[in-house]
């Protein structure tokens, strides 16, 4: 018999990265929320890498933060070790990485929904959705009771129907041997929602006193810190190191010689797998002409021994894992404490979504994170907040939330997803973003506080300084366009020694900060004016005066396309009145639902003429 729970605004199907941040998200905006998991004790989980951040993903953490997110300052409170990758590039690529204790951080995470204010926490897993008569949603879980919702999110990451693969074991089961969800999907087909089967994995786990680590390159954290988030109180520090070792001729033949065993090549596994994150049999397959491939030892936390073994991810039998574990340098005598796997899931095809995230056909249902068709904890993160924030101001019946890709890389990450789709795990990278010299991760705060502030996610006293470091950058920008140094030895010693050529008159400060070989710190002794002010206010000055062209160039660039983003398409155009529009286009604009011109350009089999015709339509619907 069926037992009626109760009513909410928002229902949140999953406690993973994405089903956090929905759920945190939806009742900071007011929203009555219930938040499910299969278990309490996975909420939070990091089933695959101890890390947050790392290349275009730093930058996703970063802008959570400023939109009011809960990722950041959760992995900055569990920070083991901090690192800025791609310091040797341009700034647009600098990213944010840190291994962060597992356990502490779903810790943290579980606290956090525990201390939400109009937040429900249950253990319990939905077994069926419907949408009723008025539109809202019953959710029913397996020991029968049930829910309604005016709203609801399918963040259910890798465990609909979740299937782990070890050789020629396989198994339902979800991440790190917790149940599975297997009646959900039935439930989601019979709402017509397109589920498809997509795989992803995850390296051994080894005993850390049975690693060898005398002859390993060690891997330290920066000395100066960077946290994730803007609103950070105290800095983590950097409390463990990190080895790399390598894989050799040894590692490659024992996995070679037993590619056959692979249910990954004997064809067992029927889901797609992420191209950016290959299983260690997949490398060698595709990158034969490699001699090594580097891996990475990592800790994953303070309070245990285990070590990550990054880059190893595998689905072979146990025992060749064993077997090409133990050729590697470092790790001959490594005691596997959890052998690697891949795991197989239901997810469904992003394009049936809108910019919101919602459910093109269906109302007040949303979906994110690895549901939607993408990898990695900040992705999943990232649409967790968009989807949360847009069922709360549905609920209320407010405007939803849309981000641009020219705004964000969470725009940019949504954007790819609904629109051009995805036929394997996506992830995100910063090739992605036509626009990554103004959408960095030093200045995702200038770009998004304001609309977290709006939102109602970011409070008075954060936006507020927010305010002032604006002025103090404006401030600091005109004190170095109008200060003048003057030549003396010890300047032009140091810039003969910089290989830049010397001063005989006086120079701004601001030229000087434009050629390539200073910087700040360089002339910090020579600037007798220097105010005393944190490190990021001369970042982002120094940024802006050394890349001023051609960050100038891509504002034009976002101007341009605004243009036709500005150009939004009824909901309910019917595309087949559109005379001279290809068949195709009618095809998948009529699947795909474009917000705006803008969107409808970026559609693969949607051309330049066809562009022109809609424009034209539309020109005579307004006229």
Do not use: W
Not at 203 to 228: A, H, K, M
Request: proline share 4%; with cysteine.
């Amino acid at each position: 018999m069926d037992y009626f729970c109760g009513d909410c605004d928002v229902a949140v199907i999953g406690a993973g990265h994405a089903g956090i941040e929905a759920a945190l998200a939806s009742a900071r905006l007011g929203c009555k929320t219930v938040v499910f998991t299969v278990s309490l004790d996975m909420i939070g989980n990091m089933p695959c890498n101890p890390s947050i951040g790392g290349t275009s993903k730093g930058h996703l953490v970063r802008e959570i933060d400023a939109l009011g997110g809960e990722m950041g300052r959760a992995a900055d409170k569990n920070t083991l070790q901090s690192r800025i990758l791609n310091l040797g590039k341009g700034p647009a690529v600098h990213s944010l990485r840190a291994q962060i204790d597992r356990r502490e951080y779903a810790k943290y995470m579980k606290h956090a929904l525990e201390k939400q204010d109009g937040l429900d926490l249950v253990q319990g897993e939905i077994v069926s959705l419907k949408r009723d008569e008025t539109g809202e949603y019953i959710l029913k879980t397996k020991l029968d009771c049930v829910y309604r919702a005016k709203c609801a999110v399918l963040a259910t990451g890798t465990f609909l129907r979740g299937k782990i693969y070890v050789g020629d074991k396989s198994f339902s089961s979800g991440p790190d041997g917790v149940f599975p969800a297997d009646e959900l999907s039935a439930s989601l087909i019979e709402l017509g929602i397109p589920l498809r089967r997509f795989k992803t994995g995850t390296p051994s786990r080894v005993n850390r006193r049975t690693v060898d680590f005398s002859e390993l390159d060690i891997q330290y954290g920066d000395e100066r810190v960077v946290p994730f988030s803007f609103d950070c109180d105290k800095l983590p520090e950097n409390i463990l190191p990190c080895y790399v070792t390598y894989t050799n001729s040894e590692t490659k033949r024992i996995i070679m010689d037993n590619l056959s065993r692979s249910p990954l090549y004997g064809g067992k596994i029927e889901g797609v797998g992420p191209r950016y994150c290959p299983s260690i049999e997949d490398k060698m397959v595709r990158f034969a002409e490699k001699e090594r491939h580097q891996i990475f030892i990592e800790p994953c936390g303070l309070d245990t021994e285990e070590l990550y073994l990054q880059g190893l991810s595998s689905s072979l039998p146990v025992d060749v894992q064993e077997g090409f574990i133990h050729s590697i340098k470092g790790l001959e005598h490594a005691h596997v404490m959890r052998n690697a796997y891949a795991i197989e899931y239901d997810c469904v095809d992003p394009q049936s979504l809108k910019s919101t995230l919602e459910f093109i056909d269906l109302p007040g249902l949303f979906g994110a994170g690895q549901f939607n068709g993408s990898s990695g904890y900040e992705e999943a993160a990232a649409q967790g907040l968009v989807a949360g924030i847009n069922a709360a101001l549905k609920a209320q019946k407010k405007a939803p939330l849309i981000l641009e890709r020219s705004g964000s890389y969470i725009g940019t990450l949504i954007d790819d997803l609904v629109i051009k789709g995805c036929n394997e795990p996506y992830r995100m990278m910063t090739s992605r973003s036509e626009y990554r010299l103004v959408l960095r991760q030093d200045n995702a705060d200038l770009r998004l506080t304001e609309t977290g502030y709006k939102l109602g996610l970011i409070s008075q006293k954060r936006y507020d300084r927010l305010l002032e470091k604006k002025e103090l950058i404006k401030h600091e920008r005109d004190r170095v366009e109008h200060l003048v140094i003057a030549p003396n030895d010890s300047l032009n010693e140091v810039l003969v020694s910089r290989e830049t050529s010397p001063l005989t008159t006086g120079c701004k400060m601001a030229d000087l900060i434009r050629r390539p070989q200073l910087n700040y710190e360089i002339l910090a002794p020579f600037d007798k004016t220097r105010p005393n002010l944190p490190y990021e206010i001369f970042e982002q000055v120094e940024i802006d005066i050394k890349y001023e062209g051609y960050i100038r160039r891509q504002h034009a660039q976002i101007a341009e396309m605004h243009r036709l983003e500005v150009k939004l398409i009824p909901e309910d155009i019917n595309y087949h009145d559109v005379v001279n529009l290809r068949l195709e286009a009618i095809e998948k604009l009529s699947r795909i639902r474009p917000h705006n011109i803008g969107q409808a350009s970026r559609i693969s089999g949607v051309s330049p003429a066809d562009i022109s015709v809609l424009l034209i339509y539309l020109a005579k619907m307004k006229g």
